[in-house]
């Protein structure tokens, strides 16, 4: 079945450093979905992506959408303490009657 | 108020006992989901339902049960719980094409002894 493989696991960095985190599908994606779960707290929708190759961004965060529709990714410059939690992509496949497959996430911690 | 509200926030129940959890939204939407969340295994869907008399089987549907009430109400039951669904769940909605994403609740933290 559908697989959406995110890696790392985890991230440890100082603040002022970048971050990525990287997004990959088993199968081609009609969208994908970037979500930020806050320690102790819930998944909250930040941003999808449609089109292949597209690019987006917000802030410091610049979101990529690979040219096969089969990876994304998230790149977080210069973090903040306030970008701690954990990123999620979600992949919406156009098989299977169109679910959203959620990635097991990347933990950031940032150091002070 | 939430725009997803899940109820209770917390539990602890015991092995072989039926419990309920409940979901209730404010976006008007039309699509509903339970998943499951356990640490380094992100989120896990267990039933999804896309209108009041739709209810369909997600990945972990063992052991579960839902009922939709009502387009803003989605329930999931555990008929007799056991250890290993300890597990924080989360409801979430959506809108037909899922454009503005998921829409989360606060979560249920959920412990089975």
């Known amino acids: 079945g559908q697989q959406v493989m995110q890696i790392p696991q985890y991230q440890h960095v100082q603040e002022g450093e970048d971050f990525t985190t990287y997004c990959n599908s088993s199968?081609?994606?009609?969208?994908i979905q970037w979500y930020k779960q806050r320690p102790g707290g819930h998944p909250v929708f930040l941003i999808q992506?449609?089109?292949?190759?597209e690019v987006k961004k917000q802030k410091r965060l610049t979101f990529q959408f690979g040219e096969a529709k089969k990876n994304s990714s998230l790149h977080i410059t210069a973090t903040q303490t306030t970008d701690v939690g954990t990123y999620f992509c979600?992949?919406?496949?156009?098989?299977?009657?169109?679910?959203?497959?959620f990635g097991a996430g990347t933990r950031l911690f940032v150091k002070a | 108020d939430a725009d997803v509200t899940q109820t209770p926030r917390n539990r602890i129940t015991k092995t072989g006992k039926r419990i309920m959890l409940e979901c209730s939204q404010t976006?008007?939407?039309?699509?509903m989901y339970w998943y499951r969340q356990d640490p380094g295994l992100g989120l896990q869907l267990i039933y999804y339902?896309?209108?009041?008399?739709?209810?369909n089987k997600g990945e972990i549907s063992d052991g579960y049960s839902v009922s939709r009430q009502a387009q803003a109400k989605f329930s999931l039951s555990l008929e007799s719980a056991i250890p290993n669904q300890t597990a924080l769940y989360f409801c979430?909605?959506?809108?037909?094409?899922?454009?503005?994403?998921?829409?989360f609740g606060s979560g249920t933290r959920l412990t089975v002894v």
């Open positions: 199968t081609t994606l009609s969208n």
């Open positions: 979430a909605t959506s809108d037909f094409l899922g454009v503005g994403g998921y829409t």
């Open positions: 976006k008007g939407h039309d699509r």
């Open positions: 339902s896309f209108d009041v008399k739709d209810i």
């Open positions: 992506l449609v089109k292949s190759g």
């Open positions: 979600a992949g919406r496949s156009y098989t299977g009657g169109f679910k959203t497959i």
